[in-house]
């Protein structure tokens, strides 16, 4: 199976997974920063996953998947890409597990519950190495960002305003040096200064 086929197979079982752009970005940037220990908040069934262990050899991946399910995919997939003794998955809420993480990270890819990133944040901040990179999907989430709907009682209204919250941190957070890239679903690259 090659990638195109694993985003296929998730794509007909409406599995939420990076798309096409992103994938490009994110292949990219970890070419470039060339990380070793990469933590990941979103497996979903291991795509981002892949891409990134496929664009840093050397690196591992620690991932946080809230579903059983996916992460029971993700491990076949990362054995079927000859990967698996590069990963852990640890499989639970993120909300539980991310402030329970220790060590250090040279590379994060955010990509989990969207409410959720400016409550991560402090807690991935303080993982990442100086120099570290950290790239966040999703962080336009579907345009509703920079235009908040008047219909107040939009579902997705509560997670736009989190996620509007975070791309001002982010954004001008002095720690970071941040790019916004308006492709998918929004994306940001930052990297930690001090
Ligand atoms: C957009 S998908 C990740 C896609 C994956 N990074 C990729 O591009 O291949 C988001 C994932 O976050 C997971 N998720 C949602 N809420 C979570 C939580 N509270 N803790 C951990 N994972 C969660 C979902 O089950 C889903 O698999």
Redesign the pocket.
């Given at each position: 199976m090659d990638l195109d086929e694993l985003k296929k197979y998730?794509r007909e079982r409406y599995?939420?997974?990076?798309l096409d752009d992103?994938?490009e970005l994110l292949y990219k940037v970890v070419y470039e920063c060339q990380p070793k220990r990469i933590l990941?908040?979103?497996?979903?069934?291991?795509?981002?996953?892949i891409?990134m262990l496929s664009a840093s050899p050397s690196a591992t991946l620690n991932t946080?998947?809230?579903?059983e399910s996916?992460a029971f995919l993700a491990r076949g997939n990362f054995n079927k890409w000859g990967m698996s003794e590069r990963v852990n998955i640890f499989v639970?809420?993120?909300?539980e597990?991310v402030p329970q993480l220790t060590g250090n990270y040279d590379f994060v890819?955010l990509?989990?519950?969207k409410g959720?990133y400016e409550a991560f944040f402090p807690y991935l901040t303080e993982l990442l190495v100086v120099g570290g990179t950290l790239v966040c999907?999703?962080v336009l989430y579907k345009g509703l960002v920079e235009h908040v709907p008047e219909n107040k009682r939009h579902k997705h209204i509560t997670v736009a305003r989190n996620m509007r919250a975070f791309l001002d941190d982010i954004t001008t957070n002095k720690r970071y040096e941040t790019k916004l890239y308006r492709i998918g679903d929004g994306v940001t690259v930052s990297v930690k200064k001090f």
């Open positions: 998730a599995i939420p997974i990076m992103t994938r990941e908040i979103g497996t979903a069934i291991g795509y981002s996953g891409v946080v998947e809230l579903s996916s639970g809420d993120a909300r597990i890819f990509d989990g519950p959720q999907d999703n």
